[in-house]
């Protein structure tokens, strides 16, 4: 059974960058889609960028565009979601989820359906506050 395990959150001050990381275990992440997801406390989980099994194909939302890249590395078994130039709007905990195979990245309503996505992570806190 395959477990996602991330790490990278904590509490910032504006205009800081953090890396948050993804892996897995049971089983690789290879063969799977990944997604970014946050959520605030009393709001609604919402994509942030997701990223095909073979990596090749990425999506952002269009609040982190410019400011946040997802990449992945099979023979580490890692995706990462690097986030530059943080705004205290970014502030939330963020999952990340993986669905195996592309049916999740490639969906007709687009790559943030949480509902597709078989695995999640237990959350990690981004903070960000002066």
């Known amino acids: 059974q395959l477990q996602i395990v991330e790490s990278g959150g904590g509490s910032v001050q504006p205009g800081v960058s953090l890396t948050l990381s993804c892996s897995s275990t049971g089983r690789a992440l290879e063969y799977h889609a990944v997604a970014w997801f946050r959520q605030v406390l009393g709001k609604e989980r919402e994509g942030v960028s997701c990223?095909?099994?073979?990596?090749?194909?990425?999506e952002y939302v269009e609040a982190v565009k410019g400011r946040f890249t997802v990449s992945r590395d099979h023979a580490k078994n890692m995706v990462w979601l690097q986030m530059n130039s943080l705004r205290p709007e970014d502030t939330a905990v963020y999952f990340c989820?993986?669905?195996?195979?592309?049916?999740?990245?490639?969906?007709?309503?687009?790559?943030?359906?949480?509902?597709?996505?078989?695995?999640w992570g237990q959350g990690t806190q981004v903070t960000v506050s002066a």
């Open positions: 990223i095909n099994a073979p990596g090749g194909s990425t």
């Open positions: 989820a993986a669905a195996e195979g592309d049916h999740a990245h490639y969906s007709h309503d687009g790559c943030y359906r949480a509902d597709l996505y078989n695995y």
